[in-house]
Antibody, heavy 121, light 110 residues
C-alpha cells in the first residue's frame, strides 16, 4: 500500500528546535516530490514548500522561506521539516503530501496522517 | 501571489446537488489551470477528489465532478449524502513555485 507515515505529535516551547518526519512506503520515494502543508487551528491549507527526494531540489513558499528547512534522507525514504527556533505562531497541524506524476502532476495524491505541533509561549 | 476564493459555506439536503466555486483573483489568469479539489473531514487528512479540473482518482465517487470557465473552477456534488459533510479546498499553481489553496468551503448536509 502506498502511504506516507508521519512522526507523532510534538509539544515544545518557544525558541526550541524541532524536526518532524514523513516516511514514504510502497512506491519509488525518490521520484515523487514531497510537499509540506500547514493547517493552523481552525484555518485552511497552506503549502509551505516542496522537495524532490532524488536530488533534494527544494521550492519554498515565498512567504515562508527562511522560517523552515526541508530535507530528505533518501536512504530511509524519509523527508523532514525542521525549525531552528519555534514560535507560538508555528502551532499547527503539518501534513506531508506526495505530488503526483503524469496526469496528477499538479495535485497531491497521497497524504500523511499529519503531525500536530504545539508551541507554548 | 494570487488568491483562490471560495464561498465559506454551502449547504444542501440529501439527494440534492450543490456546487462550490473557486475564483482566481490575480490578473495572471493564463496560469490558472490544473485545478485540484480536496475533501477534508474533521480531524482527518485531506483527500484528493478531483485533479486536472475534471478528473477523478480511482475510487472516488462519480458523484463528484469538476469544471472550469475562465477564472472560475467549480466542484459539483450530486446526490448529496451525509458523508459528504466536510471541508473542500481547491488548489492550483497560479504562477508561484508552490501551489495555492483556496480559502475552503464547509459543506453542510441539512
Amino acid at each position: 500500500e502506498v502511504q506516507l507515515v508521519q512522526s507523532g505529535a510534538e509539544v515544545k516551547k518557544s525558541g526550541e528546535s524541532l524536526k518532524i518526519s514523513c516516511n514514504g512506503f510502497g512506491y519509488s520515494f525518490t521520484t515523487y516530490w514531497i510537499a509540506w502543508v500547514r493547517q493552523m487551528p481552525g484555518k485552511g491549507l497552506e503549502c509551505m514548500g516542496l522537495i524532490y527526494p532524488g536530488d533534494s531540489d527544494t521550492r519554498y513558499s515565498p512567504s515562508l522561506q527562511g522560517q523552515v528547512t526541508m530535507s530528505v534522507d533518501k536512504s530511509i525514504n524519509t523527508a523532514y521539516l525542521q525549525w531552528s527556533s519555534l514560535k507560538a505562531s508555528d502551532t499547527a497541524m503539518y501534513y506531508c503530501a506526495r505530488r503526483g506524476v503524469g496526469p496528477t502532476y499538479e495535485s497531491f495524491d497521497i497524504w500523511g496522517q499529519g503531525t500536530m505541533v504545539t508551541v507554548s509561549p | 501571489q494570487s488568491a483562490l476564493t471560495q464561498p465559506a459555506s454551502v449547504s444542501g439536503s440529501p439527494g440534492q446537488s450543490i456546487t462550490i466555486s473557486c475564483t482566481e483573483t490575480s490578473s495572471d489568469i493564463p496560469n490558472y489551470r490544473y485545478v485540484s479539489w480536496y475533501q477534508q473531514h474533521p480531524g482527518k487528512a485531506p483527500k484528493l477528489i478531483i485533479y486536472d479540473i475534471n478528473n477523478r482518482p480511482s475510487g472516488v465517487s462519480n458523484r463528484f465532478s469538476g469544471s472550469k470557465s475562465a477564472n472560475t473552477a467549480s466542484l459539483t456534488i450530486s446526490g448529496l449524502q451525509a458523508d459528504d459533510e466536510a471541508d473542500y479546498y481547491c488548489s492550483s499553481y497560479t504562477g508561484s513555485s508552490t501551489p495555492s489553496f483556496g480559502s475552503g468551503t464547509k459543506v453542510t448536509v441539512l
